[in-house]
């Protein structure tokens, strides 16, 4: 498949794509197609090595396959969630040392991208905000997107598909 969708970010964009994305793989499974039980070939494990380098950015462009998109559009309402509990959970972890996420290294990872968090842990509200924003830039590419996924599925079971044997013509198959 040809079709891109390239997203224009702020270097803040870029570090809130950055953790969702890490939030998603730290997730066991989150990379594994539930229909074949294989890692999607093209998934969110190809990003980091191509955000890495855009979070020293002040603006940056990311090109992503429609289904990049649809997954980095779950990993974004993932992190929503996991960054609105995120001062509650201050409360009961903070004073222990125990991390507050149950993703591995996402603690570390939202403290190394934004440390404000670490003296501010209401401020993973505001970066809750910032994914919801850029969920809802998204929405409008997500019915395409979501359209150009499943031509790609149709055309990768019709390839899969044996022709029928045509009795009817000589010579076979």
Known sequence: MTSRFAL???AH???VV???VGY???RPGSEIDPDTLQEYEH???ELPPVLGPLLEREEATLSLTPFQLLRLDTALLSIINELKSYPLLDMVAGESGRPRSLAPGFDDL???LFPRVAEEPDYAVELAQDALHLHRQLRPHLERAR???AQEREEATRSR???RWQFWRKGGP
């Open 8 to 10: 224009h970010l702020s």
């Open 13 to 15: 964009q870029v570090r």
């Open 18 to 20: 950055y953790l969702a």
């Open 24 to 26: 998603h793989l730290a």
């Open 43 to 45: 998934g969110l494990r």
């Open 110 to 112: 939202l403290k190394r």
């Open 147 to 149: 359209e150009l996924v």
């Open 161 to 163: 598909q044996r022709p």
